[in-house]
C-alpha cells in the first residue's frame, strides 16, 4: 500500500514547514485570541448593557458574524481592509495591507463574536447580589467590572476559553483560501504541489495537527480541574 | 477612495449565457443545501451511533468511540476535506482509487463524506451528552422493567435524550451550512465559491460578497425559527437543555 509513497519530502521540508508555516500560524493564533478576547469581552459587557441601543449595536454585531461561514468572512475583511485602511489614512486609492495584518484583523472580530457569547455566560454566572454589592461599596461601573466581576469570569471560563481557541488553531488553516498567506496548510500544500506527493504531505499535516489539537485539549483538561473556584 | 457601486449587477446576464449572476448564487446556494441536509442526516445516524456506544458499559467499546471522536474533532474540516479528496484514493486498492477519481460529482461525494464524519463527532458529543443528563435511575427503572439494556436506549434513554438536546442540534445544523462553505477547497461550487467567481467575472467585489451575505443570513434566520418552535414542540418541562450552555465552537 505505502510502497510507491515517498516520505522523503517530510524530512526535507519539515523544517522549513515548522519554521514558517506553523509559526505563522501559531503566532495568528496567540495574537488573535488575546485581541478576540478583549474585544469579545467589550462586546459581552455592551450586550448586558441597560442601553438599548448598545447593546442592540453589539446583538446584532455578533448575530451577523454567527450566522456567516468564516470562508466568505475572510473573503470580506481580505477585500475590505484595503479599502478601510485607505478611508482611516485619507488616500484616493485602495492601500496594500500585509498578510499577517489582514487575515489578523479578520480572525480577532470572526472571533470576538464567539469569545463574546462565552464572555456573557461567564460574567452572568456572576451571582447579581456581588454587582450591587460593589455599587453598595462605592465602586463605579468599571472598576465593580474590573475588580469583581470579570476576574471570577474569566477565572470560570477558562476552560471554554481555551477550547475555544484550539478551534481557532484549526480555523486559521482556513487562510488556505487566499492562497497568498503563509500558515502551515498553505505552505505545506505548495511543497506538495512542487514535489507532486499530495498524499505523504496531506497525512503529515493531519498528523501534526491531531497531535498539536490533541495534546492541547488534554492540557486544557487538566487545567480545568486546576482552576475551578471551590464553592 | 473610489468603489463603482452597481447593485443593478445581479440582473445582468452571468458569462454562461442564459442565466443572471443571481441565478449563480442560487445554484451555489442549491449545492450547500445539498450538501448540509445529505451530510445532517449522516451525522445524524453516526453520531447517535458513536454517541450512544460512549455511555455503555463496556470499557472497550467506550475508548473505541471515544476514539472516533478525538480522531475527527482534532483535525481542521479543510485538511480532513483533502484527506478524503487527495489521500484516500491512493490508499484504497487501485481499482476502487480510479474508480473514485473518475465519479462524476467526485467533490460533492468527497465534500459529503467530509463534512458528515466531521459533524458526526461533534452530534455524537451531544448525544451522549445527552443521554448522562438523565437521571441514573431511568436507566434502572428500564432495566428493572425487565427491559434488555438496547431496549432501554431504544424506548426510555434515547427518545428522552434527545428531546433534550434539540437546542444544541440545531446550533450543529446552523454550523454545519457555514462549514459546507469549506468544499471549496476542493472545487465545489457551493455559494461561497459561486460568489467568489461572480467576483472575478464582474469585479463588484462587495456586492457578490453582500449578495451571499443576505442570503446567509436568511438561511440562518429560517434555521433559528424553526428551531425556536422545535424546542417548544418537543421540550420535556423540567428537562433543562443540556447542551444549551455550551457556547464554544462553531
Redesign the interface.
Known sequence: ??SNFDFDVIQRSWLYLFTTGMKFTLTLTVVAMIGGILFGTLLAMMRLSHSKPISFVATSYVN?I???????VI??FY??VP?IG??IVG????IQVGAFSSALITFILFEAA?YC??M??GIQSIPRGQISAGYALGMNYWQMMGNVVLPQAFRNMIP?LL??TI?LF??V??V??LGSVPDF?TVA?KIAQRDGR??EM??F??VV??VM??GL?SLVKKLQLRVAIIR | ???NWNWGIFWQESPDGVSTYLDTLLAGLKWTLALSAGAWIMALVIGTVIGTIRTMPNKWAVRVANGYV??F????????M??WY??MP??VPASIGGWLKSLPNASFITAFLALGFFTSSRIAVQVSAGINALPRGQKLAGTALGLTLPQTYRYVLLPMSFRIIVPALTNEF?AI??????A??IGLVEL?AA??SMREFTFQ??ES?TG??VI??II??IALLLARWLEKVIAIPGFIAAGS?N????
Not at chain 1, 488616500?91 to 485602495?94: G, K, V
Not at chain 2, 474533532?73 to 480532513?80: A, D, E
Open positions: 500500500m505505502f451577523l454567527r450566522s456567516v461561514p468564516l470562508v466568505l473573503f470580506w477585500f475590505l479599502y485607505a478611508w488616500a484616493s486609492e485602495p464567539y457569547e462565552i456573557r455566560s471554554i477550547t475555544q478551534v484549526q480555523d488553516s482556513l488556505y483560501v496548510v500544500s499530495l498524499v496531506y497525512m499535516v493531519a495537527y491531531f489539537s490533541f485539549s | 477612495m473610489h468603489y478525538e480522531l474533532r482534532n483535525i481542521p474540516l479543510i485538511v480532513q483533502f484527506l487527495f489521500v491512493e490508499i446552523a451550512i457555514k462549514n459546507s462553505s469549506v471549496l477547497t461561497t460568489t467568489y467585489t462587495f460578497l451571499a451575505t446567509y443570513v440562518s434566520g450552555t457556547t464554544g465552537g462553531h
